[in-house]
């Protein structure tokens, strides 16, 4: 079976300090990988996504970046993070387009 | 950016009755889905619709789907204190990978 890891559930950082957030799936190879954010009552920000190792799509120019190392892992980074930042960060993977995604459980970054 | 937009932003409901929720987007889609959230939590997938089709079903759950009209409705049926959570509608584009949510409806079911 396929699972999806992401850690860890809870951050708080200061403001300018830099951020890596890890996402590794298991079970699967060659996954579509997203990185999601959604500010308090809002809905879902699509940051990144990867159809294959070295293919990163951003979707929101900003000061995040995202990187795949690895087949299975996805990582998003800042190198200076800012109060707009704060967020809750959700990883999800699926076999291909035009199927279901899965989710991890979510960081929730707190920038102070 | 946002593709799709859900309505009504909240709906607070009684155990029993049925709850519907539209969502519209702007693009050509490959399929649509919706999806649950419990809060704090990660999305939880519910049902997908492709493009061809115009209805599905799943236990409780029904969806439509308008692409002339570029809409789709979620309805759950005789609803549970259980089903009380944030509902998000995706459209799957037909470039190739992208999956985008919309703002989501927040569902209250009373006991």
């Known amino acids: 079976s396929q699972t999806i890891h992401q850690w860890p559930a809870t951050l708080v950082q200061p403001v300018g300090s830099p951020l890596s957030l890890e996402c590794t799936v298991e079970g699967t190879s060659n996954p579509n990988l997203y990185w999601y954010r959604q500010a308090a009552g809002r809905g879902l920000q699509l940051l990144f996504y990867s159809v294959g190792i070295g293919q990163i799509s951003s979707e929101v120019p900003q000061n995040l970046s995202a990187s795949r190392p690895q087949d299975r892992q996805f990582i998003l980074s800042s190198k200076k993070l800012l109060l707009s930042d704060s967020g809750f960060y959700l990883c999800?993977?699926?076999?291909?387009?035009?199927?279901?995604?899965?989710f991890g459980q979510g960081t929730r970054l707190t920038v102070v | 950016s946002q593709q799709g937009e859900e309505d009504p932003q909240a709906l607070s409901i009684q155990e029993g009755e049925n709850a519907t929720m539209n969502c519209s987007y702007k693009?050509?889609?490959?399929?649509l889905q919706w999806y649950r959230q419990n809060s704090g939590r990660g999305l939880v997938h519910l049902i997908l619709i492709r493009s061809n089709e115009r209805e599905k079903h799943s236990g409780r759950l029904r969806v439509t789907l308008d692409t002339s009209k570029k809409s789709s409705s979620l309805l759950i049926t005789a609803s549970r204190a259980a089903d009380t959570a944030s509902y998000f509608c995706?459209?799957?584009?037909?470039?190739?990978?992208?999956?985008?949510f919309g703002q989501g409806t927040i569902l209250t079911v009373h006991p």
């Open positions: 995706a459209t799957d584009e037909v470039s190739y990978g992208k999956l985008t």
């Open positions: 693009t050509s889609i490959n399929n």
């Open positions: 999800a993977w699926r076999w291909t387009q035009s199927t279901e995604a899965f």
